[in-house]
């Protein structure tokens, strides 16, 4: 069964900040990677994914992860963060090939900014 | 617009009253599934559905149930409630026509508390 990890569980930045997020996931096949955002009192949204080809990809809201293969990593980056970025942020894996399509999420990065 | 609802958003309830919480989608798709959200521990799927009348166990199923008779909805049943299953329920669902990469639709949630 697959597992991820999210080594930051809250995180405290200034406006303007640059922002990386950990992941890793273990896994022996393929999976399909996923980040997540949940503002405050809202649901989960999408915020990018990657199934294959470029390893770097870009989401919504200027956020970009990039996946490294050989460190089963998915980290989030942003440049430059605002206050309207402050969520809970998710990382989610979903092994390829498997019937049960279960995403495995991390236990979660709580991002505050500050103004 | 397409979307996933639930309801009711918010219940407070006793040990061993029977409860149902509902979820409905408009997309036509055609897996839906429950998942559980703890501090800590990240979202957890409780059970899923691979089409009508199709349901399976997913990490943390005990003391729940499910039914999918028609293809929108996919009722989360907690027949005798403990305190243990208060939680934050999110449903969510995708349509095979992504080929099996796993992107899901989250609803808003609904806050259970179990006294």
């Known amino acids: 069964a697959q597992s991820v990890s999210q080594h930051n569980h809250h995180v405290i930045l200034s406006e303007a900040a640059s922002l990386e997020l950990g992941c890793n996931y273990s896994?022996?096949?393929?999976?399909?990677l996923f980040w997540y955002v949940q503002y405050p009192g809202q649901h989960l949204q999408l915020l990018l994914k990657?199934?294959?080809?470029?390893?770097l990809v870009k989401g919504i809201k200027g956020f970009e992860a990039e996946f490294i293969k050989s460190k089963f990593s998915f980290n989030l980056r942003k440049p430059s963060v605002q206050w309207s970025d402050t969520a809970e942020y998710f990382c989610?894996?979903?092994?390829?090939?498997?019937?049960?399509?279960?995403?495995?999420f991390g236990s979660g990065t709580r991002l505050q900014v500050q103004p | 617009e397409a979307q996933v609802t639930q309801n009711p958003r918010y219940l407070i309830t006793v040990t061993g009253k029977k409860l149902t919480v509902t979820c409905s989608q408009n997309?036509?798709?055609?897996?839906m599934s429950w998942y559980r959200q703890d501090p800590g521990l990240g979202l957890r799927q409780i059970y899923y559905?691979?089409?009508?009348?199709?349901?399976d166990k997913g990490d943390v199923p005990e003391g729940y149930k499910v039914s999918r008779k028609e293809k929108r909805n996919f009722p989360l049943i907690l027949e005798s409630p403990s305190p243990n299953q208060t939680s934050l329920y999110f449903c969510?669902?995708?349509?095979?026509?992504?080929?099996?990469?796993?992107?899901?639709?989250f609803g808003p949630g609904t806050r259970l508390t179990v006294t």
């Open positions: 969510a669902s995708s349509s095979y026509r992504d080929r099996g990469n796993g992107e899901q639709y």
């Open positions: 896994y022996g096949g393929t999976v399909n």
């Open positions: 990657y199934f294959s080809g470029d390893p």
């Open positions: 989610a894996v979903n092994a390829k090939g498997t019937g049960r399509r279960a995403l495995t």
């Open positions: 997309m036509n798709h055609e897996y």
């Open positions: 559905s691979m089409n009508v009348e199709v349901t």
